[in-house]
């Protein structure tokens, strides 16, 4: 069973806002799809991203794993408690299977905000979005 830490409004409103910001700077000259994702470290630190492309398309790095590279860069302790993401799309954005595995990596107990453009969401787990993960704890 999972068991969810109930979000204020304020907060959610406050991580897809931050989400939302990381997309306007989403270097998307291919798919001109932008995506933008934001989210709160274990210290209560916050950091967004955004994907950035690349000619060779195969090198595209989502927003996700680039708001997550940036905390990690940046902080010993990532432990991410909340993740946000955001996409100009009716549906609510969905991360990749690469994100979902980078998003166990740093946070395992993590609530995530998928957002649609009208900022309407629904929150899943780390759990939700890759039961039965491979993760650090198979390799202790
Ligand atoms: N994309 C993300 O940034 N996050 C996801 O989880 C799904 C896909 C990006 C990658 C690429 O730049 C564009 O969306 C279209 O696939």
Known sequence: MT????????????????AEQGKDNAYVPYSKYPVGASIMTGDGEYFNGCNVENAS??????AERTAIFKAVSESKKTNIKLLAVIADS??????CGAC??????????????LANKSKE???VSSEDLLPGAFTKNELE
Request: hydrophobic fraction near 40%; proline fraction near 2%; include cysteine.
């Open 3 to 18: 068991v969810t830490k109930a979000i204020s409004d304020e907060q959610i409103k406050y991580m897809i806002d931050l």
């Open 57 to 62: 398309f195969g090198l595209t790095n989502c």
């Open 90 to 95: 009716e549906n609510f954005a969905s991360p």
């Open 100 to 113: 979902r595995q980078v998003i166990m990596e740093f946070g395992q107990d993590a609530q995530i905000i």
């Open 121 to 123: 969401y629904r929150i």
